[in-house]
């Protein structure tokens, strides 16, 4: 699949942990990087057509889902998700420099690197001020061009050296492991199947009918498709009224997955697609590879069976 990359949006400012994973696609980041301060504005520039792609988070490994990419995806444009990016995270107190942690009075980033950074603040400020900020980069900036003193931002270690700010405690997260998955959209297209990928789709269902949830999972079990992420969400209307985010295994070229989303359309919820693309992370290069050889075996194991059929 090709697109004009001449403009890429991504949550900014500079130096965010978008910015990091956008570093990261090679492809993507030949074009103009085009940063915005909030996810709702990197979504309507490519919806308007400003830019050609949007790169934000989508789900942490700690904190979940961000709220402000799925609902924007989900209620307020129609975008197709074409690639998913997997980011190690790892973030950093930092302040102006000659400022100790023991004179530190107030943190400011984005909340959720507040909330994976509980342990520390609590152990070693536990009674400074937490203040939210747009992003983590957000913070880092507002404190180096305020030159705000006795407080200290949570953020990339590219946001200090960016925003003249020193690291005062590295590594502070809770989990070491933790990870962000970061997605791309634009308005339109699919890329090819890859061997190993994921489809993303939102199921209204039906509130007259009993059971709507039972049969959209039905539809799932009854092809052994497998779920990876199954979210429900409010959808603004009315109270307890919920839509379902559901992401699993497979390609809507997959012949299998296009009948199971025509049938689930056709009986039981209105499905909006979300996209399908080449699943990310450490792993995804060694299954694809496992999964290649195992259907070529079966391939090969078919084919046998079919000449076998033929001789005889």
């Not at 489809?199 to 497998?226: E, H, K, M, W």
């Amino acid at each position: 699949m090709s697109a004009n990359l001449s403009r890429v949006a991504y949550f900014g400012p500079a130096g965010t942990f978008t910015e990091e994973a956008l570093f990261t696609q090679s492809d993507l980041a030949v074009g103009e990087l085009v940063a915005f301060g909030s996810i709702a504005d990197v979504l309507s520039a490519v919806e308007g057509g400003d830019c050609a792609l949007g790169f934000v988070p989508l789900e942490n490994a700690i904190e979940g889902t961000v709220n402000a990419t799925i609902d924007g995806l989900v209620f307020d444009v129609d975008l197709r998700i074409i690639r998913e990016v997997v980011l190690d995270i790892h973030l950093n107190l930092m302040a102006l420099p000659g400022t100790t942690v023991e004179e530190i009075d107030t943190v400011i980033s984005f909340p959720h690197a507040l909330a994976q950074c509980r342990e520390f603040l609590s152990a070693n400020l536990p009674t400074a001020v937490a203040v939210a900020s747009n992003s983590t980069a957000d913070a880092a900036k507002t404190l180096g061009e305020q030159r705000l003193e006795r407080t200290a931002a949570i953020a990339p270690r590219l946001a200090a050296e960016l925003y003249g700010l020193v690291i005062v405690a590295a590594g502070i997260e809770d989990h070491p492991e933790n990870q962000t998955r970061f997605v791309a959209v634009a308005k339109r297209g699919v890329p090819e199947r890859s061997g190993y990928d994921r489809t993303a789709i939102v199921c209204f269902q039906d509130a007259d009918r009993p059971g709507s949830l039972y049969g959209i999972l039905g539809q799932f079990a009854a092809r052994n498709v497998n779920l990876t992420r199954l979210e429900s969400r409010p959808t603004k209307r009315s109270l307890g009224d919920y839509c379902f985010i559901i992401e699993f295994e497979g390609h809507i070229g997959d012949p299998l997955i296009a009948d199971c989303l025509a049938e689930m359309s056709a009986t039981v919820a209105r499905v909006k697609f979300l996209g399908s693309y080449p699943v990310a992370g450490v792993s995804a290069a060694d299954e694809r590879a496992s999964l290649s050889e195992q259907r070529s075996e079966a391939r090969a194991w078919v084919d046998a069976l079919v000449h076998e059929q033929i001789e005889h």
